[in-house]
């Protein structure tokens, strides 16, 4: 029976390198020579697409090789399942994370890769006051509990990146660009990511987001005008916008939507069909650029209409000597126009459209019944100046769901997120949203929003770092008063997890089970123990080292972490069955079998067999504990039983 240990793939998140290495074997295995990669091959393979001259374009900053080194470091970290602080854990699909992002996107890679139809970021603008992380090439997940305040380190305190650092840039750039590298990973292959951004860092931000995304899969930069009066301490050019970049996985794949129609607009449909329909009527005639016959002259062509019989009949040619009214395009100067249909369209459609006399220029029309459903969606521009993307609407939605305004500064209007969803994503289709800097939780009220219309069918997963309050700061006096109001620690991410909670009670009744609600989940070091050679205590530790898992952790920790290494989604039905006494994890209806009690006889095993036999699923996994078989002989005979049960794929932790 295969044993995961620490070093084991199923032990670690997904090795970046390894898989562009395999993929480049697939591509051109003649540049491998004895596994490695020969760059001379690879070179003269490639040809004239080669530039190594010294003078060429390139966006470079100290610090960036070891940045993308950190994108592509395997994670050994885990994320431990917290039910007490959850809501609806048992059928919700959205999942709140706490913990720095850049090692739960490396953590997400395998079981979100290429599922995320959408993500939404607003990062730290690098303004001198915003917190910048410092990531650890070494040991990330260590430094992660020092920098929180979760473990005794060297007194790490989390800082803001002042602008009097010779790095001020550079230290953003290194935050960054490791966590687009891994977002990029988890999008669809239809999959758009919008990012928040001011001035100060704009033009870094379009440079590394062509570099990972590449510059002919962006669909443009909004200006959001969030502020339109300006900021009034701004000394020379009141700031009235902020950016909102938007990238495409890939251009070609890109499946984009747009805006329902407002009122100002749904108010022209003020017409209703027999049926209770409401439509507008529109002239056929093209109006506007390209209006004349001779722009396209197979689109001018005649209707024919008979007033006593109401008959419409559509004809290429001009039918002389009839009693029936003729209709042909004409533009306001009385020269021949052309009709917006094609010949072929209007013959199929004649149904609907109708005949009209139009008093004011006194010749007859043909419109078009244009009906209210189905109208395709406002296609947005890159000047935002909606009332819902104020910034002072940010604030009154946060008050309104019973926060004071001091507690969280500045949060993100409902309406900026909800627009950038509904560009981002497809009515009729489920689709996850990711938002990895949560800050106070408004991506997660914009999805509920949109559920809560029927608008959209969405999933969210949000991750926000549990970044210590400051406690000594008069400023967050609020803050303080609000965490000890709700009985918490003094973290942001405290914060958010409320603001979730207050805003599944105030949509609740308007989505289905699985939209209600959000599962939990911390990063932490692996529940796996690392081997500890201390020869000074020897015997203690090998008396140890038949216990593979962390004295702290429960089954249900060492589950999720399975979950994970295996590539399944965090919000997987997951049952629990008694065999024999014994407790086993049924994940995905059978897909995986986990076992993790002590005392495993082969009765347990056996009625591991029988249980998927009755589940039936297509393949399944086992994993138990490797410490936890009654001896030696069970375990060898466990995989014997198995394979008669159709189960090859066993393993233990």
């Known amino acids: 029976m295969e044993k995961i240990t620490g070093d084991s793939l199923e032990a670690k998140s997904l090795d970046i390198t390894q898989q562009n290495i395999e993929q480049l074997k697939q591509l051109f295995p003649d540049v491998f020579s004895e596994n490695k990669i020969d760059f001379e091959t690879l070179k003269a393979v490639l040809g004239a697409e080669v530039d190594d001259s010294e003078e060429r374009y390139n966006f470079t900053w100290n610090g960036k090789i070891k940045a993308r080194q950190i994108a592509q470091t395997p994670s050994t970290g885990t994320l431990r399942p917290s039910k007490e602080e959850s809501v609806n854990w048992g059928t919700t699909e959205n999942l709140f994370i706490e913990g720095d992002n850049l090692e739960v996107l490396k953590l997400l890679q395998k079981s979100y890769h290429k599922k995320v139809k959408m993500i939404y970021i607003d990062p730290p603008y690098n303004t001198g006051k915003d917190f910048v992380y410092k990531d650890n090439f070494r040991d990330n997940i260590q430094n992660y509990l020092e920098q929180t305040n979760q473990v005794d380190g060297q007194g790490n305190k989390l800082s803001t990146n002042s602008d009097t650092s010779g790095r001020y840039h550079s230290d953003w750039l290194n935050m960054m660009y490791p966590r687009l590298r891994l977002a990029r990973n988890l999008l669809s292959d239809d999959g758009v990511i919008f990012i928040s951004i001011d001035h100060n860092e704009v033009g870094n931000l379009l440079s590394i987001v062509n570099e990972i995304f590449g510059e002919q899969n962006m669909l443009g930069l909004i200006s959001n005008i969030n502020n339109p009066k300006g900021r009034s301490d701004?000394?020379?050019?009141?700031?009235?916008?902020?950016?909102?970049?938007v990238m495409s996985?890939?251009?070609?794949?890109?499946?984009?939507?747009?805006?329902?129609?407002?009122?100002?607009?749904?108010?022209?449909?003020?017409?209703?069909?027999?049926?209770?329909?409401?439509?507008?009527?529109?002239?056929?005639?093209?109006?506007?650029?390209?209006?004349?016959?001779?722009?396209?002259?197979?689109?001018?062509?005649?209707?024919?209409?008979?007033?006593?019989?109401?008959?419409?009949?559509?004809?290429?040619?001009?039918?002389?000597?009839?009693?029936?009214?003729?209709?042909?395009?004409?533009?306001?100067?009385?020269?021949?126009?052309?009709?917006?249909?094609?010949?072929?369209?209007?013959?199929?459609?004649?149904?609907?459209?109708?005949?009209?006399?139009?008093?004011?220029?006194?010749?007859?029309?043909?419109?078009?019944?244009?009906?209210?459903?189905?109208?395709?969606?406002?296609?947005?521009?890159?000047?935002?100046?909606?009332?819902?993307?104020?910034?002072?609407r940010g604030s009154e939605q946060f008050i309104e769901l019973g926060f004071n305004k001091e507690v969280f500064s500045r949060p993100k209007p409902v309406g900026t997120i909800s627009r950038c969803i509904q560009i981002g994503t497809l009515p009729d289709e489920e689709s996850i949203v990711l938002d990895f800097f949560a800050g106070s939780g408004t991506t997660a009220q914009a999805v509920a929003y949109l559920n809560a219309s029927k608008q959209r069918k969405l999933k969210y997963i949000s991750v926000q770092l549990p970044e210590p309050i400051d406690l000594s700061s008069k400023e967050n006096t609020e803050v303080i008063r609000f965490c000890d109001s709700i009985g918490s620690k003094y973290l942001i991410s405290e914060i958010t997890k409320e603001r979730l909670k207050r805003v599944n009670s105030l949509y609740s009744d308007r989505l289905s089970d699985d939209q209600k609600g959000f599962r939990v989940l911390k990063l932490d070091e692996t529940n796996i123990k690392p081997w500890d050679a201390d020869f000074d205590n020897l015997e203690q530790v090998l008396r140890e080292a038949t216990e593979s898992i962390k004295a702290d952790r429960s089954n249900e920790d060492v589950l999720y972490e399975i979950l994970l290494k295996y590539g399944i989604e965090l919000t997987v039905p997951v049952e629990t069955e008694i065999v024999n006494g014994k407790q086993v994890f049924v994940v995905g209806a059978g897909a995986l079998i986990v076992c993790l009690d002590d005392g495993i006889t082969s009765e347990v095993v056996e009625g591991i067999a029988k249980l998927k036999a009755e589940l039936d699923p297509e393949t399944t996994q086992v994993v138990f504990k490797d410490a936890g078989f009654a001896d030696s002989n069970v375990k060898t005979n466990a995989i014997q039983i198995l394979k008669q049960a159709g189960i090859d794929d066993v393993k233990s932790i």
Do not use: C
């Open 249 to 392: 996985k890939n251009i070609a794949e890109a499946r984009t939507y747009g805006f329902e129609a407002e009122e100002h607009i749904t108010k022209r449909y003020n017409k209703t069909d027999g049926f209770g329909k409401k439509y507008r009527e529109m002239d056929l005639r093209k109006t506007g650029d390209s209006d004349k016959r001779e722009d396209r002259p197979d689109m001018f062509y005649y209707f024919y209409h008979d007033p006593k019989s109401n008959h419409l009949e559509v004809s290429k040619r001009r039918i002389e000597n009839t009693n029936l009214i003729e209709i042909f395009p004409q533009k306001d100067d009385g020269s021949d126009g052309r009709w917006r249909w094609g010949f072929d369209t209007a013959s199929e459609r004649l149904s609907d459209v109708f005949p009209k006399f139009m008093p004011t220029r006194k010749i007859w029309g043909i419109m078009e019944k244009d009906y209210l459903d189905g109208r395709p969606p406002v296609t947005p521009t890159s000047a935002w100046t909606h009332k819902d993307v104020n910034s002072e």
């Open 234 to 245: 701004d000394k020379f050019i009141a700031t009235a916008n902020e950016y909102i970049l």
